[in-house]
């Protein structure tokens, strides 16, 4: 396949055997960087647009299946492109508007200045796999549309245009992450991010992708070893990417990266954060949280944020 354009995070891959990997890295040179997601599955209980039935995939299972083929490094599968038999992005299914759920959300972004060239939708709706208990993944496109796009949502809870979440949704997101944080400690990060919302009874992630312009490549490094940092954060510009980037004032770790959505956009400069996860180096030394899906025993909080709710001392 020729690429038009850059692939990116939040894009999605069909290979030749019709595995659906979901793009995981903006380094997509000379190989596609993605995770496997879905498989055909004669018994699977998602169908696609032509009728085939696939299932999804867990974590580990989905390692494993990976780990199989002559194309997984470093814990993904690099797909060379004269693999890839269809590339999906997120933009195509705001193009195609065919969901009522997400014509509501794209008008909603629309209305507040956004427009829909800049909007996208990823996961299972992009595939065509969506089951009735699917959520929306909403994609915003380039740093300012994603700030706009909060604030936004920001105003229309507070001035009570659309719902809050509520705490039965607020527990049901809890189980979903499994965070390594009390449900009180989830709650008060997750409320000032402002990347989640409602609109009748449609609940949707909102998801940030760079802009062309925008993009940098994290080097890859080696790992050396589990460590837990205390330091202030002096950079949050890119705090809700994929990785999410902290870049600290520390002795020896220069930046906490967030490979699992659960810490995106989870403190801001000048706060003072606590991190676990495992050491980097590839120039710098980094801190990498989310070596698993469900990152145990790994995580990121702000000090300054529980300390200020009582939650713990700063």
């Known amino acids: 396949m020729i690429l038009q354009e850059p692939v990116r995070i939040r894009d999605f891959v069909i290979t030749k055997n019709n595995w659906i990997y979901a793009v995981v890295s903006y380094d ?17 209980d998602r169908v696609s647009r032509d009728g ?15 780990h199989k083929s002559v194309h997984y490094r ?11 038999a269809q590339l999906e992005r997120p933009r195509q299914c705001v193009e195609r508007c065919d969901d009522a759920d997400v014509s509501s959300i794209v008008d909603f972004f629309e209305n507040n200045g956004i427009s829909r060239h800049h909007m ?9 796999l969506a089951t009735d208990s699917s959520d929306i993944d909403f994609v915003l496109y380039g740093r300012p549309n994603f700030e706009r796009g909060r604030d936004a949502l920001r105003d229309a809870v507070e001035s009570g245009l659309l719902p809050e979440i509520d705490t039965g949704l607020w527990r049901r997101i809890f189980q979903k ?15 000032r991010k402002w990347n989640r919302g409602s609109i009748g009874a449609t609940y949707f992630d909102l998801l940030f992708v760079r802009d062309f312009d925008e993009i940098a490549i994290e080097p890859r490094g080696t790992d050396d070893g589990f460590a837990t940092v205390r330091a202030t954060v002096t950079n949050a510009t890119y705090a809700f990417d994929s990785p999410a980037i902290y870049e600290i004032e520390h002795e020896t770790v220069n930046k906490v990266l967030s490979y699992t959505h659960t810490y995106a956009g989870q403190a801001v400069e000048g706060e003072v954060i606590e991190a676990r996860g495992i050491c980097n180096e590839a120039g710098v030394t980094r801190l990498i949280v989310g ?17 200020r709710n009582g939650t713990q001392p700063g």
Request: with cysteine.
């Open 52 to 66: 085939t039935r696939f299932r999804k995939v867990g974590f580990e299972e989905a390692r494993q299946l990976m």
């Open 28 to 44: 997509n040179e000379p190989h596609i960087r993605g995770f496997l997601r879905y498989i055909p599955d004669k018994n699977g």
């Open 177 to 191: 992450r499994t965070p390594e944080l009390t449900f009180e400690e989830f709650v008060l990060h997750e409320k």
């Open 120 to 128: 996208g939708v990823t996961g299972s709706r992009l595939v065509g």
């Open 291 to 307: 070596t698993s899906r469900a990152a145990r025993g790994e995580w990121i909080k702000s000090c300054t944020l529980l300390s």
């Open 74 to 84: 470093d814990g993904l599968c690099a797909i060379p492109c004269e693999n890839v």
